[in-house]
């Protein structure tokens, strides 16, 4: 017998609903809001949410005092390369936790979820020892190998639930056929893994461009340092922050991962489905 839900349960689950969004949209909006507003309007002691003289000089002075064109493109190559990275590494090793069972498989899974557990602050000493060590401290290409290591336990923990989610016949019938293993998984388990690959890739895609502790520690040169790292610059020493101009930066920060979450958000909803489901 199918259980009904009161109206008034409903209705406060809708407003619940509500609360939750108006939550999240506030800091938003009001980005916003500042990034529009003149110098005048920021100082007032009666703040509101729609600028009375809406003006584009935030923007125009946030590119004039710092390299925003250059740490968005060093921000892109880091994200971009970190994601590539991580899925290429990450498919074949969820094919194999997905498909093998056996103390390798265990202990891999129990990798997954301990690796989660771990605070940023005690792995930064061990990894700057490392990248010195390969002389890539201070340098996008030392970046990219922390945002794989950092990413790659969620990647695999998505895809292993794709991979579970498609039919071992299919498999079987291709070895039938003929084909071994890697053939199999190129022909076959690959294609239908398209959209949990891509979904896994713009997902570590987001957490590499929007990420600020690894690259404030390990990037030193003005040149070299992302997006995250030089809104930081808005921020006098005292703590005195030069409102507009920063609002303005953050604001055109945000776009892209919004942008990218708005159109796999229906995708990454799909593989955490999928890897809560033991198959």
């Known amino acids: 017998m199918r259980s009904r839900t009161h109206p008034w349960g409903r209705a406060g689950q809708y407003v619940a609903l509500l609360g939750y969004l108006v939550f999240l949209a506030f800091p938003f909006l009001w980005l916003l809001s500042t990034a529009f507003k003149p110098a005048r309007e920021l100082g007032s002691l009666h703040p509101t949410w729609i600028p009375h003289h809406p003006t584009l000089d935030n923007f125009r002075q946030a590119f004039d005092e710092q390299p925003l064109l250059r740490a968005g493109l060093n921000s892109l190559v880091a ?3 970190a994601a590539l990275i991580a899925v290429v590494v990450a498919t074949p090793m969820a094919y194999v936790m997905a498909r093998r069972r056996g103390r390798a498989a265990t202990a891999a899974t129990g990798w997954v979820v301990v690796s989660q557990a771990f605070p940023f602050v005690l792995l930064i000493i061990p990894l700057f020892l490392v990248l010195k060590s390969l002389h890539l401290v201070n340098s996008v290409a030392g970046l990219v190998m922390v945002y794989v290591v950092w990413s790659l336990p969620f990647a695999l923990w998505m895809l292993v639930g794709y991979v579970r989610a498609v039919p071992l016949e299919l498999e079987e019938a291709a070895a039938v056929d003929g084909a071994g293993r890697l053939r199999t998984l190129v022909s076959v388990t690959a294609p239908l893994l398209a959209p949990g690959i891509v979904a896994t890739a713009l997902f570590a895609f987001i957490t590499a461009w929007n990420e600020f502790f690894f690259a404030l520690v390990l990037l030193k040169t003005p040149e070299k340092q992302t997006l995250p790292v030089v809104l930081t610059h808005f921020l006098g020493a005292e703590g005195a922050a030069d409102l507009g ?10 776009l892209p991962s919004l942008a990218v ?13 999928a890897g809560a489901v033991k198959s």
């Open 79 to 81: 994200a971009l390369s």
């Open 245 to 254: 101009p920063l609002a303005a930066a953050a604001f055109l920060a945000t």
């Open 261 to 273: 979450f708005a159109v796999i958000q229906r995708r990454i909803t799909s593989g955490m489905l």
